[in-house]
């Protein structure tokens, strides 16, 4: 038996691994089936492109081997296995040069460097946590010769010439006191579930199995082994292999839902970056859809072990709708939390799986219009989040997102309505600020249906936000008609500027609302209604104004509206032929109000209002 020395890297490495890095040792056992894992995969490889292993038996398997008394455990697989030098080189050098680097940058402040260590594989040494003595025997495929590894992971470790009868490799803990709950047959089958229940071979847990002997009256003890993992990450199947029952099962212990899902993407890719994603939608909106602590609904695995589900940055917060799977193959297994908000490589596999969706979304909206519109029925919201956030795929999610209109029935698309727009048309109007019914009644459409233009209903409470940032579909733009500013569209070039007769008018109702409004005009939009109010351009509706209020906004400057009157209107007309000024008081202020009511705006004093509706009655009657 030889004796020989660890490099002073794996030192250091195991000095950190066992003194400071993790909170949860149960990691060991992730570990060191991902690597029996990795050494089937290899082995399988070869058997399937090499000529010199085609011929050679290929039964994989994982066994792990419980030893309650003794406080042992073995991790057995059937893979490629290792040589002596192999031995050597793996697991008592660190090869990889990340590592090296990542060493040569430790502090000594435990904290920080075991945020650091999360970005770097540290695999077999984990096992060094729970185990005092980890001893390896292992053949490698294709040769004869095996060898036993042994190690205190402290002082180096011995290697000599060792039997096994296949290839492979077995790993045998001997547990230390922090290792000894792992001695137990429930933790390790739970364990193994929670973090490998997908590694694509079986898993078997050997034990001594308590069972009720009738017979004897009592409960005896016999050796048994289970397979204890599930052993099918389908994600990693081929699509042609999958039928959509397999897909519909898998999504269905995923999410926990009952109803199959709507859609589901499923992808695999290869290149600079390998890693699987398979993404469903669910038919129904998740129900906490809009809480803020809603539940991720993407889980990540690393290799095909299970890593985490709880974390939000795998997609963007609009896309919280999504169940499903991100497999990668370039992360380490214990890559933490706050090493994925910053890692390169989840950044990539994001923006891929976001377009991905979005793309997939487009398609079916063009192909399956009926099961598009159960999709944009449950999540037209979270899209327009979306919009305001994500400026990357805005044009992509403008087309996504669907409307309600003056002139279709049930939702449309702004490629339709861009379709629908007359050749003199130069924007895409819309309106916000309301719940549907009082959108659709407001007296600012009134010109655009006599003029046949088309308007868009937004009635959703975060419209206005979103669509405030947005001034362009393609190159068409797109405008809100409850702005101050008028469109082209509907200026009647042929009639005369009615301001100018207009003005004495104007400006003694200007006198009389005095600080309550911003200015008092002549409008171009109005055909039924004798008045309406305006919002600048820059500022919030005045509806908007009043929900930000709600929402606890103190500081919002009371901003004043402008009010516009038709001068066609029978009472504008009157009231300019009459100069009677009591008429003129109440009649601006009625006019004022009856716009704010039709905004949805409720009445500064509704006594007042009242008195004044009364006056102008007795007049008329
Ligand atoms: P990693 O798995 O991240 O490469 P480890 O420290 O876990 O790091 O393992 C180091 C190397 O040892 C592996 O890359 C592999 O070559 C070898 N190895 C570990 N376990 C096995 C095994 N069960 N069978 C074959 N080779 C193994």
């Not at 309650?68 to 697991?91: F, P, R, V, W, Y």
């Not at 996504?400 to 924007?427: C, P, W, Y």
């Amino acid at each position: 038996m030889s004796k020989r020395e660890f490099q002073t890297e794996v030192n250091q490495l195991l000095q950190l691994i066992v003194h400071s890095l993790y909170s949860h040792p149960e990691i060991f056992l992730r570990e060191l089936i991902s690597n029996s894992s990795d050494a089937l995969d290899k082995l399988r490889h070869l058997t399937l492109v090499d000529d010199a292993y085609k011929s050679l038996p290929f039964t994989p398997r994982i066994d792990l081997e419980l030893d309650e008394e003794k406080k042992t455990l073995t991790i057995a697989d059937t893979g490629i296995g290792m040589n002596q030098e192999d031995l050597i080189s793996h697991l008592g050098t660190i090869a990889r040069s990340g590592t090296k680097t990542f060493l040569a940058q430790l502090s000594g402040d435990a904290k920080r460097d075991s945020n650091l260590i999360g970005q770097f594989g540290v695999g077999f040494y984990s096992s060094f946590m729970v185990a005092d003595r980890v001893e390896v025997v292992s053949r490698k495929a294709a040769e004869d010769q095996a060898w036993r590894w042994v190690s205190d992971g402290q002082t180096g470790f011995d290697i000599e010439p060792a039997e096994r009868s296949v290839a492979g490799t077995t790993v045998l803990l001997h547990f230390n006191e922090e290792g000894k709950q792992y001695a137990n047959s429930w933790r390790l089958q739970e364990i193994v579930k929670k973090y490998s229940n997908h590694i694509a071979f079986p898993i078997f847990l050997t034990y001594d199995k308590s069972e009720w002997n009738e017979a004897e009256k009592k409960s005896v003890k016999s050796r048994t082994t289970e397979q204890v993992n599930a052993a099918s990450a389908l994600w990693r199947r081929p699509k042609s292999e999958l039928k959509d029952e397999d897909y519909k099962d898998l999504y269905k212990s995923v999410a926990g839902d009952w109803e199959d899902p709507l859609f589901w993407f499923h992808t695999k890719a290869e290149g600079s970056l390998e890693y699987t994603t398979l993404f469903y939608v669910p038919a129904k909106a998740p129900l906490d859809l809009y809480q803020s602590e809603y539940k991720v609904g993407v889980k990540l695995y690393v290799k095909r072990v299970f890593i985490m589900d709880d974390a939000k940055e795998l997609l963007p917060q609009y896309l919280r709708f999504v169940r499903g799977i991100i497999d990668s193959e370039d992360l380490p297994l214990n890559v933490s939390r706050e090493i994925l908000q910053q890692n390169r490589i989840l950044t990539s596999i994001r923006t891929a799986s976001v377009k991905k969706i979005l793309s997939e979304l487009k398609h079916i909206a063009a192909a399956q219009p009926d099961q598009y519109l159960k999709f944009i029925t449950e999540y037209n919201r979270p899209l327009k989040e979306g919009l305001y956030g994500d400026f990357a795929n805005r044009e992509t999610l403008l087309d996504l997102i669907r409307f309600k209109s003056t002139k279709v029935e049930g939702l449309t698309s702004l490629a339709d309505a861009k379709g629908r727009m007359n050749e003199r048309q130069k924007s895409i109007y819309y309106i916000t600020g309301g719940a549907e019914s009082l959108l659709r009644t407001s007296p600012l459409l009134e010109i655009y249906k006599k003029k046949d233009l088309e308007v868009l209903i937004l009635d959703d409470d975060i419209d206005e936000i979103v669509f405030s940032a947005i001034d362009k579909y393609g190159d068409i733009d797109l405008k809100a008609i409850n702005k101050t500013s008028t469109s082209e569209d509907i200026k009647d070039e042929s009639e005369p500027d009615k301001a100018e007769t207009l003005k004495p008018l104007l400006d003694k109702l200007k006198a009389i609302l005095g600080d309550r409004v911003k200015d008092v005009r002549a409008s171009v939009r109005l055909a039924d209604s004798p008045s309406c109010i305006v919002s600048d351009e820059e500022e919030p509706s005045i509806k908007m104004q009043q929900m930000m209020r709600a929402m606890g906004q103190k500081d919002i400057p009371a901003l004043k509206p402008t009010l516009e009157i038709n001068p066609d209107h029978e009472i504008v007309r009157k009231l300019l032929a009459r100069p009677d000024d009591a008429v003129a008081q109440d009649a601006a202020w009625l006019l004022l109000d009856q716009a704010l009511l039709m905004e949805g705006v409720p009445l500064q004093d509704p006594a007042i209002f009242v008195q004044r509706l009364n006056r102008m009655l007795t007049l008329s009657i």
